[in-house]
């Protein structure tokens, strides 16, 4: 049994794929390309997957992570797999939207994802008329508050600490971008979308996407 960790887009019609439903287009396109996966024990084994954090409906994932166990024991021991065939097998039979950009064999006990993962970076397309001055002044000012309330799921809770950090500058398209650092803990979970409510500013016509992730391992990608 091997364990890699892959780094892969969601990107066009499949952003509108449920964190659950991914999953199995992870396990179909797997079928698809003749890679077998290892399954759990017991009664009612089921394929070993270990995803990062849930995306958003409508987000692009630029940077998206999940671990998968291959089980090599049936297949011939003189041939040779590397991670580059595994991802070009991947690829090859992937639907539009899902790519690999990186595959790494890891230990097999590494701690999953979603315990060593502390931050992930956004970035925010703010089609509306903002200059990327303008947007520095709200981010300003809403850092010289002493505390952001939010309300999420009918509990508040300060978003300040949760924003690590940011940068702002144009696009070429003459749009405004900004790029924001969050946190993404279990018992801290950024949005940025949430920062944009509280900056005050329209949702109309702004794209989010998640870049990419930040580990607490060696082992970051």
């Known amino acids: 049994m091997n364990r890699y960790r892959i780094t892969y887009q969601k990107t066009g019609p499949l952003r509108y794929i449920s964190h659950l439903d991914l999953q199995k ?97 956004y970035g925010i397309n703010f089609s509306t008329k903002i200059s990327p001055d303008e947007l520095q002044k709200k981010m300003n000012v809403l850092h010289a508050a002493p505390s952001i309330v939010r309300s999420r799921r009918n509990k508040t809770y300060d978003l300040k600490p949760l924003i690590e950090n940011f940068s702002i500058f144009p696009d070429p398209d003459q749009n405004t971008i900004m790029e924001v650092q969050m946190a993404a803990r279990d018992s801290a979970m950024g949005r940025p979308d949430e920062l944009v409510e509280a900056l005050g500013i329209p949702m109309d016509q702004i794209r989010f996407s998640r870049l990419y992730f930040l580990l607490e391992s060696s082992l970051n990608i």
């Open 25 to 121: 287009i992870w396990i179909r396109t797997l079928l698809r390309a003749k890679i077998p996966l290892a399954y759990t024990q017991g009664f009612h084994p089921v394929p070993k997957i270990s995803p990062g954090w849930p995306l958003a409906l409508g987000w692009n994932g630029l940077g998206e992570i999940i671990d998968l166990w291959f089980d090599f024991e049936n297949l011939n021991p003189l041939l040779e797999i590397t991670e580059k065939d595994l991802s070009d097998r991947i690829n090859q039979n992937a639907p539009q939207g899902l790519h690999v950009e990186n595959l790494q064999l890891i230990p097999l006990y590494s701690p999953a994802l979603t315990t060593i993962t502390h931050s992930a970076v």
